[in-house]
């Protein structure tokens, strides 16, 4: 049996095959068939300025994201991939391979307007997959650089976590041992036959010891610690406690009083029970501060990411997002040593839109702002009202966009960045989701201060006013 014609291959193509068979013979007279072996590279001509009819076999795409390269799209047999009618493509998103042996009848871009006269259904057809790839790109696009952001987030998070985490396991560790001495001390200072009085100031002692923690170096703590220590042996007291003491809010005044108003004896005990409870005071406040960390940490990424998003737009509170997102960035600013500050304008509008795709501009335009910056850079958010919108400003005082560029920032696979640190689709993406979103994005840069400012207008309640 002779191996069918690329007439014959054409019309059983699912997508071309639909078409009238006057335009199929128009297509066959005006392509070539490419035979691509496994392993081949498409140049960039063959791969995005000609329409790619796939006959047999498997092409895909590659691209390189942070060092790493990775599959992005998949194209069999019966499917078309490569320049489509009335598409501004000029060159592959990405490395094509063909995985497999693969054939393709290759429409060269020049005959696409004689085309699109002669083949009304075929280019009908094409320009319906066309805007179907269009979304398939855009939504691949967007969840990938999502998580990639939450990757690049996931190290700092883990980091910031980690932390209080461990705090909480030191201080329930030493919480035990700290109650058993607690204790003891309480049942020492019971023995003792204290008056009114003296209880009284051992009550203002241990109040004021609670109060006004100090915030020494470890040089500063060393030799206050040394100080008490050398009081409780003028006064016959174990030293053992100094530490213990150090790291209260107590003062010499203080122990001076307490030395006035009882005996050694009781003066040993009182001032064991003063620093056993300050001790079981610090650590029950170490833990729940740790815990209100972590329990922050945890409502900010929820709130970045939007586990609960709507499927619908609805109002979303600009300052929320802001500060969940700059909790996430928390630890990248910690790495840079760079100053970030967040200026809110009192009681601003809500917008409507979704809120994790807002969110995701801020990650995006903060990111790049605090790399733009550098070591020891500034970075400025400001959120507030301007007329019927709410416009956010993020500010830095890198070296600035280049004017020969700044018309092409906003293109997608566009980085200034060296290969293997951005994938030029951050701000395509940043920009993608703003207008999706009914807001607009403006760029103003010079050396020592760029910004990136985002307009959205406000959201509207059912009388007009404003959320």
Partial sequence: MSAPSILERLSAHKALGLAPKAEIEWVAAHGTLNHFAAGAVLSAQEAADAVQVVLSGHLAIYRDRDGARRKTTDWFAGDVTGTMPYSRIK????????????????????????????????????????????????????????????????????????????????????????????????????????????????????????????????????????????????????????????????????????????????????????????????????????????????????????????????????????????????????????????????????????????NQVWVNLIDNALDAAGEAGRVEINASRRGNSVVVQVIDNGPGVPEEIREKIFEPFFSTKAVGQGTGLGLDIARRLVEGNGGWIDLESKPGRTEFRVTFPISRGRAGEAE
Wanted: hydrophobic share 45%; proline share 4%; charged share 30%.
């Fill in 91 to 358: 060159e592959p998103p990405g490395e094509v391979l063909a995985e497999e042996a693969t054939d393709v009848f290759t429409i060269d871009r020049q005959v696409l307007p004689e085309m699109i006269r002669e083949c009304p259904v075929w280019t009908e057809t094409l320009v319906h997959m066309m805007l179907d790839r269009a979304r398939l790109f855009k939504s691949r696009d967007l969840q990938d650089e999502k998580l990639m952001s939450l990757g690049k987030l996931s190290a700092g998070l883990a980091h910031e976590l980690n932390n209080p985490a461990s705090a909480i396991a030191r201080s329930a560790a030493s919480m035990s041992a700290a109650m058993e001495r607690a204790d003891v001390a309480a049942r020492a200072l019971g023995s003792a036959g204290l008056s009114g009085a003296q209880l009284s100031v051992i009550d203002r002692a241990r109040e004021e010891c609670l109060g006004n923690l100090p915030i020494l170096s470890p040089l500063e703590q060393e030799e206050r610690e040394d100080s008490i220590a050398a009081w409780l042996r003028a006064h016959k007291v174990d030293p053992e406690i100094a530490e213990a003491l150090a790291e209260t809010g107590v003062t010499f005044e203080m122990l001076d009083r307490l030395a006035e108003s009882m005996s050694d004896d009781t003066l040993a005990a009182s001032l064991q029970w003063i620093a056993t409870r300050c001790a079981t005071k610090h650590l029950t406040r170490e833990i729940q501060e740790s815990a209100t960390r972590i329990y922050d940490l945890v409502r900010a990424v929820k709130g970045f990411t939007q586990m609960d998003r709507a499927t619908v737009p609805e109002p979303v509170d600009i300052a929320q997002g802001l500060d969940n997102t700059l909790m996430v960035l928390r630890s990248k600013a910690k790495g840079t040593s760079a100053s970030v500050k967040l200026h809110v304008e009192k009681d601003l509008p809500r917008v409507r839109g979704f809120a994790g795709e807002i």
